[in-house]
């Protein structure tokens, strides 16, 4: 029995593991790797195993960093099964087949560069395309939460909520060989405790081993208390200056988060006075989702929570250009969340160098990433070749994101029985550390943190490094 860990090693994006026994071999997670160019070239290598040697696939949920490989994986050959939880699959169908249109789209426009002669090196075909998106939904099935389900002779499975986006799982799997089980518990991405919307993470009664995601194992959310007194203040000084405000936000998760907080506070931050756009197709189409599944949401959170009486949602190319024009009183939340592309970077390139507007950072923003040099502290960009002045104030609100901080991650593994290994994931180095030693000096836990491509043995759990240091 062994876990060979393939992606999110001390990163934070490309999740993906394989879990193999003398019988069958299963997949949790085929993520793609976001960050500069360089990183995101590594999406376009083979993958590290035989595709048609996979006999199933599980899914945590629907972020691109841990589902936007699927497509991929259909097209290498892979017909089997994709677990995962029917509201994962719904937003699935809306994360993937926009990921295959941007494909496309990058690829049409390397080969007009190349046709002009600016780039011979311009990569001119998508990683997958819309269709193949589509092709790859045809492979998905439900499970639900909290039903312990035999998958394979040797593999069962329960799903637990992770409320980190609606759908999003913890993954317990059982994993036998000859007379030996052992009990592995990936966490997939853990939600911030009391956060708007979504339950909090289900407890895990225990374990063996638990591959534990890392993202804020280096510090601790302000209080909601303290985040939401931050965002109003926010609105309220721009108000003051006559500008606008720029958020870029992640279509699925934390644009409802949004909308949801807007509508609790709409009197006191006196957000009838706005004009309120959601300029990405995706995130309008997720909220749908997220509206339909309402019995998924904290008891607190009705149908109709993300309904404003001054939202306008631009679907159409033309709807985004004329945002361009507004000089003041517009709030504009707009994809991609870690500004690497959509309709976000035109807003930038409009209004960053206007020193009445502000930008709010309100989610996890990866290395090599245009919204990790703005909350950097950057002083210039670069877009479309033009250099622009940031002159707009960049506020991070670490407090709305929708990940466990430190003392969250401590206190839901502080609930695991049986004194598990820890194999610490989905983290830079500098959160992993802290953590690892938190979770040593607080629980006395047996720590582990792996590279990418090294293997656990599931019968002794012991790291197996495959590279030289």
């Known amino acids: 029995m062994k876990l060979h860990v393939l992606g999110a090693a001390q990163e934070v994006t490309g999740s993906c593991y394989l879990v193999e026994t003398n019988q069958s071999r299963v997949l949790v997670e085929c993520g793609l790797i976001q960050g500069n160019y360089e990183a995101e070239q590594r999406n376009r290598h083979p993958f590290l195993f035989d595709v048609r040697q996979i006999d199933a696939v599980f899914l945590t949920h629907a972020h691109l960093d841990h589902s936007g490989r699927i497509p991929q994986l259909i097209k290498a050959g892979y017909r089997g099964p994709i677990y995962t939880h029917q509201a994962t699959i719904d937003l699935c169908s809306i994360l993937l087949r926009d990921s295959g249109f941007l494909n496309e789209k990058e ?184 509206a339909r599944y309402a019995h998924l949401h904290d008891d607190d959170c009705s149908q109709d929570a993300f309904d404003l009486p001054n939202l306008t949602n631009c679907s159409s190319p033309e709807q985004s250009m004329m945002l361009n ?38 989610g996890f923003q990866a290395q090599g990433t245009l919204g990790r040099q703005l909350v950097d502290g950057t002083k210039t960009i ?37 004194n598990p290994t820890i194999g610490l994931i989905h983290g830079e180095p500098t959160a992993i550390t802290p953590l690892a030693n938190r979770l040593k000096a607080d629980l006395g836990l047996r720590i582990i943190v792996p590279n990418r491509k090294d293997v656990i043995d599931l019968a002794t759990l012991r790291l197996h490094s495959t590279t030289h240091h």
């Open 107 to 290: 690829a049409e426009l390397a080969r007009r560069k190349k046709h002009a002669g600016k780039n011979k090196h311009a990569l001119t075909e998508p990683l997958y395309t819309a269709q193949d998106a589509e092709m790859a939904m045809r492979y998905f099935k439900a499970l639900p939460y909290d039903q312990h389900m035999a998958i394979l002779p040797d593999i069962e499975v329960r799903y637990r909520d992770a409320g980190h986006i609606l759908g999003s799982a913890s993954i317990e799997m059982w994993v036998s060989e000859g007379n030996r089980t052992t009990k592995v518990v990936f966490s997939g991405d853990l939600g911030h405790i009391n956060a708007p919307i979504l339950k909090d993470p289900a407890p895990i009664d225990d374990a063996d081993l638990v591959l534990l995601e890392s993202t804020y194992g280096d510090r601790n959310h302000r209080s909601w208390e303290d985040t939401w007194a931050e965002l109003g203040s926010i609105f309220q000084q721009t108000q003051h200056h006559h500008g606008n405000i720029l958020i870029p936000a992640f279509a699925v998760g934390r644009t409802q988060e949004l909308l949801y907080v807007f509508k609790q506070n709409f009197q006191d931050w006196h957000l009838n006075e706005w004009q309120i756009f959601l300029d990405s197709p995706m995130a309008i189409e997720a909220t749908k989702v997220y």
């Open 382 to 418: 670069r877009l479309w070749g033009e250099e622009i002045a940031v002159q707009a104030k960049v506020h991070t609100i670490g407090g709305l994101s929708a990940h466990a901080d430190q003392d969250g991650l401590l206190s839901w593994c502080r609930h695991i029985k049986g």
């Open 325 to 362: 024009n507004i000089r003041s009183g517009a709030i504009i939340i707009a994809g991609s969340g870690m500004c690497n592309g959509g309709r976000i970077r035109h807003h930038i390139q409009h209004h960053i160098n206007y020193r009445q507007n502000q930008m709010i950072i309100v």
